[in-house]
Structures are given as C-alpha cells and as structure tokens.
C-alpha cells in the first residue's frame, strides 16, 4: 500500500467515440503542479491509458503522440436506443483499475471531467472510490461541474454518494515543496506529448461556446513562463510534440505569441506544435503564417463553421481564404492543414453543411465535422430546447453530440452521407497533396 497525501484521478469516458486527440485532463494535472510545489506527495491514475501493460489488447497509436483508447462495449442509456451506433466504456477494464487504485492509501482523492454528458464515468468511478475508500475526501472539479452542478449535487445525494467536496479540504501536504508547479505529465506512464496553454478565454462571443462562461473573458499568460515550460519538457523528458489548448492563440499576436516563436526560432527547438482547438484564421497573415511553420507548427485546425448561414462574426470567407493562402505559401501542406465544419445545430440545413464541404475542398482543405453539443448557459442552449427531441435542460446525458441533441428528427441517413462526404474529401485533398 503506498501512503500518499493526494491520488488524482482521470475517470472513464462512456461515450460513441472518444479518440485521443491530444486528450488530458489538463486542469486536473495543472492543479496536481500547484499543489506537489506546495509540498503534497501525490499520485496519478489514467483510467484511460493507452500504455497500461495489461490492457487486453493494445490501442493503436498513430503519428504525433494521438491514437486510440481501449474500449469495451457496454448497454446504451435508454433513450439512445434509436441512435444506430455503439456505446462504449473507453480505458482501462473494470477490475484493472479497481487494482490500479487499490495500491494507494490517500488522504483525499482528486478527480475532474470535462464534457457535461461523460458524467457516468464519473459516477462509476465515485461508486468505486466508495467501495475501496469509504469516506475518504473526494474533490470533483473540471468544466461538467460548473456548468452543470446541481446536477452533480442531486445525482450524488439521490445515490448515497454525497462524500464529494467541491471546496476545500483539511489535508496538510507531507512532503517536501518542489521548485517547479509543471502539470503532472511526468506521472504518466508514458509522455506522448505535452498540453499548452498561453492565454485562457476567448474574446468572442459565440453562441455555441461556453468560454466567456467558463473563463469570463481573455487572460494572456507570460509568455517567458511558456516558453521555459517548453524547454523544460523538451530538455528534461525529450518531448517533441507539443498541444495547445487555448481558445484564441492567435489573438494579440504581437505581443504574445510572436515573441515566443521567435524565441523557439532562436533556440533552435525541434519541437512539433498541434491545435487540436481551431485557430482563429482572421489573425493569420503572411508574418504570422511564417512563424507559425518555422517554429514547428506540424497541425494547424482553423475554425470556420460555415460559409453562408453564419451566426458568429469570428471570421469571413474571404479573410478564412486569404489565411490558407497565407498558410500555404509559407509551406503548410494540405496533410497539415484542416477547417472545422460544426454540424447538428439547432434549425440545421443540411444543404448548407454540404455547401461548406464543398467550399473547403475547393480550396483544397480537409474538413473536419465538429458535432454540435449543447453547452448550458449559451444562445444556442436556448434554442436547442426548442428543437431538441429530449429534454436537455434536466439531463446532461442528452449534451451528448453523438446523438445529434439539437435536432427534432435526426435523418441518420443523411448524416451519414454527410459524414461519409467530409471523410471522403479528407482523403482526396491529402493524397493529392
């Protein structure tokens, strides 16, 4: 039994698809950073590691440090019984991650999840804490609990689980402080590649995001910090590839990240930088697209939504067509390029998704479909109690985009041409590049 102060935990996803994209918990190992500076002796398990040696069978992984998660298949909730798709519990079998964690003996237990209708993960997780635990303190963060609390709070009363402390808690860290607060990377198994962030919000506000919300608006972070985090992963556990999380990385450029690439130029870094969430095309010009390629830049997805219907003012056809221009003329091939279309919003026009496709593969784009998912406390929240078949204002399950929430009757076969269209031209634009 190894005696720790505090055990961080990423939970199960039980979900139709889950992939990793460059998927961490990043709060959670951010917040493990902070308090191991303190002097907190703690530990890590990834219920979702895809280098558990005892994994059945070992998930495929592909370029960049992404690939897949194991996966079992398990019961859909009942009201998804129309969907005509699978559902899954993603990460490590049962009884692997009950002896996981059973080789601890913490003071407090420190979990969080991110997307609102993932929550039965959680809940799994919190009956087994329970079990091998009993009343010792849990601490459920991530964005599910902000915007959907009370949620949390009468599901784990009406179940018996009511030992989860949002707040605070009595432990005192036993250990030595440490000099660096680094998210907790190191307490993986492997490091395929670390997360980023340089800022944290956004200044837009569109209807379908939840960052304003979350965040309460844009804040910069230094941008020497960054980059001394950078060599520190890059010089200290030889990582190369490297994600950025922010919501507007592009925004004020000149200031924030234009300093730091120049720096990374400067140093000589030969690091590889992903952006699995859509960059701004309106702040890419030919400076910023220069820097952008040669300071390592490998992925870059913008965000587009739609050419004609548009419902946010983020960018417009012409500035989206002058930034892949941009792109490609300081050397981003189309395999490193790529645009997110968002599908199944409220009122959809399927003629108009179709539309963007098309505009996407003319300008030889890959395009990618980010299925809309109802976020609480946004415009198109709103609109979706409208349209949607459930009720999503009671149940964070029916957030989940998978099953198209927004749409009174989805035509699952139209969405599947569509999805079959955008996968299609992935592949045409890439091998012909």
């Given at each position: 039994?190894?005696?720790?102060?505090?055990?961080?935990?990423?939970?199960?996803?039980?979900?139709?698809?889950?992939?990793?994209?460059?998927?961490?918990?990043?709060?959670?190992?951010?917040?493990?950073?902070?308090?191991r500076k303190k002097g907190y002796i703690i530990s890590y398990v990834d219920l979702l590691d895809p280098f558990h040696p005892e994994l059945p069978k070992k998930p495929k992984r592909k370029a960049f440090g992404i690939g897949h998660f194991y996966k079992e298949p398990i019961p859909k909730p009942a009201p998804f019984l129309d969907v005509p798709r699978r559902y899954f519990r993603y990460g490590l079998p049962y009884e692997l991650a009950k002896r996981e964690l059973s080789k601890y003996k913490p003071k407090a237990i420190l979990t969080s999840i991110t997307m609102t209708y993932w929550y039965p993960g959680l809940f799994t997780l919190l009956e087994l804490l329970r079990d091998i635990f009993g009343e010792i303190p849990v601490f459920v963060g991530g964005i599910y609990t902000k915007l959907a609390f009370d949620h949390l709070k009468l599901s784990l009363e009406k179940g018996g689980l009511w030992n989860v402390y949002p707040i605070t808690c009595k432990v005192k860290p036993s250990g030595i402080p440490q000099e660096a607060d680094y998210p907790i990377f190191d307490l993986q198994r492997e490091i395929p590649y670390i997360v980023l962030m340089t800022s944290e919000g956004c200044p837009y506000h569109c209807p379908y995001c939840a960052s304003q919300k979350l965040h309460g608006g844009f804040k910069p972070y230094s941008s020497k910090e960054v980059l001394e985090e950078i060599i520190f992963w890059h010089k200290t556990y030889n990582v190369v590839d490297f994600a950025f999380y922010d919501d507007a990385l592009l925004y004020d450029f000149k200031n924030r990240m234009k300093p730091l690439l120049e720096a990374i130029i400067d140093l000589g870094l030969k690091v590889r930088f992903h952006t699995p969430n859509a960059v701004h095309a309106r702040f890419i010009d030919e400076e910023v697209a220069k820097l952008l390629k040669l300071s390592g830049f490998t992925t870059i997805r913008l965000g587009l939504e739609r050419v004609g219907k548009r419902f946010d003012s983020k960018v417009t056809s012409e500035e989206f067509i002058s930034a892949v221009a941009c792109l490609k003329r300081a050397g981003f091939r189309e395999e490193n390029l790529g645009a997110y279309v968002i599908f199944g919003i409220p009122y959809e026009d399927y003629e108009e998704v179709e539309r963007t496709l098309h505009f996407l593969f003319e300008l030889k784009v890959p395009p990618y479909l980010a299925e809309f998912s109802p976020v609480p406390g946004t415009a198109f929240f709103k609109l979706c109690k409208e349209t949607s078949r459930y009720p999503i204002d009671e149940d964070p399950i029916f957030h989940n985009k998978s099953v198209f929430p927004a749409v009174k009757k989805p035509d699952w076969e139209k969405i599947q041409a569509?999805?079959?269209?955008?996968?299609e031209m992935r592949r045409k634009i890439i091998s012909s590049s």
């Open positions: 039994m190894i005696e720790i102060d505090l055990l961080f935990i990423h939970p199960w996803i039980y979900d139709f698809s889950a992939h990793d994209f460059w998927l961490k918990p990043y709060g959670l190992l951010k917040l493990g950073g902070i308090l569509i999805k079959n269209l955008a996968r």
